[in-house]
């Protein structure tokens, strides 16, 4: 086939790296998906670890903001002892980036006449805007 046919490219599944997918919540806060590796015939795979991700969403001045994190846990009871440590972890890293984000942004370099409110933008010095009448 084709790029023109197949747009996509060659799309195949990894079974190598299958798992299955549960999801247990306390239908208040917690929603936990358990990952339990699986071989192509759909039979636990004891060769590779069960990974637990925890899910929740906080409410927050710019409305809801959901959380994913990955929970370091061997069993079901372990991830939800981990949960809200797990969600605080990924809060702070959210904070952190939040944060970065804003010094980066502080710190870039404003170029007049490129975007709003440089000296050729609008109401700048080049075109004849901004003339004071008496």
Do not use: H, W
Not at 40 to 59: K, N
């Amino acid at each position: 086939m084709s790029e023109e046919a197949n747009p996509l490219g060659d799309i195949a599944v990894d079974t190598e790296n299958l798992y299955r997918e549960e999801t247990f919540s306390d239908l208040k806060v917690a929603s936990i998906r358990r990952l339990t590796p699986v071989t192509a015939e759909g039979l636990d795979d004891a060769s590779r670890p069960t990974l637990f991700i925890g899910e929740t969403t906080l409410m927050s001045a710019r409305g809801p903001l959901p959380i994913n994190c990955p929970i370091e846990a061997e069993t079901l009871t372990d991830a939800f002892a981990a949960f809200p440590q797990a969600v605080q972890d990924a809060v702070e890293r959210l904070m952190e980036e939040a944060r970065e984000m804003q010094r980066q942004e502080a710190n870039r370099i404003v170029v007049p006449g490129q975007g709003p409110g440089g000296m050729g933008g609008p109401g700048g010095m080049p075109g004849g805007g901004g003339r004071i009448i008496s």
